[in-house]
Every structure is written in C-alpha cells, then in structure tokens.
C-alpha cells in the first residue's frame, strides 16, 4: 500500500514564503502530484515530479529526492488567494491506475 | 462551460434512502473516478472506470455502487444510506497522456440524517 505525511497547518504571512513537506511510503513509484484546493471548491492540479529535482511554475515550485522518498511544494510571494488546502498524491507502481492523495495542508496567509 | 460536471451540488437524505450523484464530462476521457472528502481525511477513492465495461473497487466501496453508461458519464449510488456517508463528494476524470493529472468536477455535497 501507499502513505502520505503532510503536515495539517501551516500559517504564514501575505508576501512570505512557505514550504510544504510530503513524505512518501509505497511499493514503487512513478511520482509526486500537487493539489490546490480552496474550501468547499474542486482540487485542481497545480505541479508533477516524475524526476528528482525541482520543477517551477510561476510562485509555485515542487521539489522530489527520490532517495529520500521526500518532495515539498514551494509557495513564494504568498497572496491572501493562496490560502487554501494543499495535497500531495502519489502514482505508485502497485496502484498504477489510480492517484493517493495525502491528507491536505490547510495554508492560512495572513495580512 | 465546465468540463466535468456533476449534479445534484447539494442534496439532504434520510437514512435508508436510494440516491444517485451523477457526473458528465467533456474532456474526452476514458478513465473516470469517485472519491469522497471528510474533514481531515483528504481524498478517497470510491469506485474508478477505465471504460464502459472496466469498472473496480476503490479503497472504500463498501455501500456504494456505480454505473458508467457511456464514456462521459459515471454515475454513484448510495443504496440505502446512512449518516456517515455524510461528506462531499468529487467525481474526476484522467488523462492517460498526463497520468499525474486528475480533472474534478465542482463535488457534491451529501447530508444524510
């Protein structure tokens, strides 16, 4: 089976920067998804690692160590919109045809 | 216009009850999947179809059942249900290009009493 460990909070000010850890168990691996998901709303796809190392989309960033088993999701110049809930999800070898997701990170960003 | 779509948005039952939440989507996809979301415990993944006639369980079946009656639509349905079945619920599609991506619709909000 597959598990995810994400922290449940985290709280930061607007124009901050915040990391998100995630830390995977699974049989295999293909790689690490993130999620955004504003309260009560649809999660939508925000960044993909299939590869070791960093891929950057705008504010946004994503980093994976494969090794390490470890990725995080990289937030810069926070603005009151990003408050939401972040998760990471994996695509495993075992369950090939499907994502798990982690819990969520609920971002709070403050004025 | 949205490319998945689910209805009802918001629906009240009474335990015991039949109810079907249906989805739609126009994305062309062939892959299509049911989670449900309760506070704190993320996504869950119900039931999931890769066609019209490849239809497996997900991690939590169990009083639910599905129905894919065409490529674009994956209906849900809660049998008799009960108060914690209780949550939202999100129908996505995938992309099999893009596996790492998974499409949502808006999710459906359940109360069971």
């Known amino acids: 089976g597959q598990s995810l460990e994400q922290p449940s909070e985290v709280t930061a000010v607007e124009g901050a920067i915040v990391q998100i850890n995630c830390t995977y168990q699974t049989s295999g691996f293909y790689g690490l998804s993130w999620y955004q998901q504003h309260d009560g709303g649809a999660p939508t796809f925000l960044s993909y690692?299939?590869?070791?190392g960093l891929e950057e989309t705008g504010r946004f960033s994503s980093f994976l160590s494969r090794s390490d088993s470890y990725g995080y999701l990289l937030l810069q110049e926070l603005q009151m919109k990003d408050s939401a809930s972040y998760f990471c999800a994996v695509r495993d070898m075992g369950s090939a045809r499907q994502l798990t997701f982690g819990s969520g990170t609920q971002l709070t960003v403050l004025p | 216009d949205a490319d998945v779509t689910q209805t009802p948005r918001n629906r009240i039952t009474k335990t015991g009850k039949r109810i079907m939440l249906e989805c739609s989507q126009t994305?062309?996809?062939?892959?299509m999947y049911w989670y449900r979301q309760d506070p704190g415990l993320g996504l869950r993944l119900i039931y999931y179809?890769?066609?019209?006639?490849?239809?497996n369980k997900g991690e939590i079946s169990d009083g639910y059942s599905v129905s894919r009656q065409a490529q674009a639509k994956f209906s849900l349905s809660l049998e008799s249900a009960i108060p914690n079945q209780t949550a939202l619920y999100f129908c996505?599609?995938?992309?099999?290009?893009?596996?790492?991506?998974?499409?949502f619709g808006p999710g459906t909000r359940l109360l069971v009493l």
């Open positions: 994305k062309g996809h062939d892959r």
């Open positions: 996505a599609t995938l992309d099999t290009k893009r596996p790492e991506t998974q499409y």
């Open positions: 179809s890769f066609d019209v006639k490849d239809i």
């Open positions: 690692n299939g590869l070791d």
